[in-house]
């Protein structure tokens, strides 16, 4: 159990779709994380939360629209995606400035067709 | 821009073997984090090193931490099939930027 979850677990989306991940984490944490992460590829950084304030967005396309309503829950929207961006994205929670530790849900699986 | 590499990419050995995965910047950190994943599922937190020269273990898993704070180690001794995993590293450095490095995957087979 590592505090942090996320839904769906799998998701077949068309290219046309609109969809939302969610993630939520139960640690008290005050940081909030998307990573992309693709077959053979290191994690890649997408959006960072802290305190509810998006404070990096690594260049992610405008397809996916991140929303952190609480510093428990995080929410990727996702519009008119392209197959390119099947992958497994991952959310993460930590205490900013405390070792940076972070804790990571189970991850969605995404497929575009 | 900080280089992190991981090595091996891949591992494979025999359950009882013993085995050493690398992790190198070309920076030195502030701290750095081990993690390991199993497929389908979100890295795991193994251990944060932070001071120069460090040694921690968790039972069969001994990580140690370069003087200069720019190299990590991770051994396993006697692996066991459940040690199979993603072996990932990430650093911080002073600003608080991180960095995940590629990950080294280790097959254990019975």
């Known amino acids: 159990e590592t505090g942090v979850t996320q839904t769906p677990r799998h998701l077949v989306m068309g290219m046309t779709n609109k969809k939302s991940l969610k993630c939520e984490q139960h640690?008290?944490?005050?940081?909030m994380y998307w990573y992309k992460q693709s077959a053979k590829k290191p994690l890649e950084l997408m959006f960072v939360?802290?305190?509810?304030?998006?404070?990096e967005n690594n260049s992610v396309p405008s397809r996916f629209s991140p929303e952190c309503p609480n510093s428990s829950h995080l929410f990727l929207h996702l519009h008119t995606l392209q197959p390119e961006d099947s992958a497994l994205y991952l959310c993460?929670?930590?205490?900013?400035?405390?070792?940076?530790?972070?804790?990571f849900g189970p991850g969605t699986r995404l497929t575009v067709t | 821009t900080q280089l992190l590499e991981q090595s091996p990419q891949f591992l494979s050995i025999q359950e009882g073997e013993n085995l050493t995965v690398y992790c190198n910047s070309s920076?030195?950190?502030?701290?750095l984090q081990w993690y390991r994943q199993e497929p389908g599922e979100g890295p795991v937190l193994l251990v944060t090193?932070?001071?120069?020269?460090e040694v921690k273990k968790l039972k069969r898993l001994t990580f140690q931490f370069g003087d200069a704070r720019k190299d990590s180690s991770l051994h396993i001794t006697a692996a066991q099939p459940g040690d199979t995993g993603l072996y990932l590293c990430?650093?911080?450095?002073?600003?608080?930027?991180?960095?995940f490095g590629a990950g080294t995957q280790v097959v254990v087979t019975p």
């Open positions: 640690l008290g944490h005050n940081a």
């Open positions: 920076s030195v950190f502030s701290s």
């Open positions: 939360y802290s305190l509810e304030e998006r404070v």
């Open positions: 993460a929670s930590s205490q900013r400035g405390a070792g940076y530790e972070q804790y």
């Open positions: 090193v932070v001071t120069g020269g």
């Open positions: 990430v650093t911080t450095d002073s600003w608080g930027k991180f960095q």
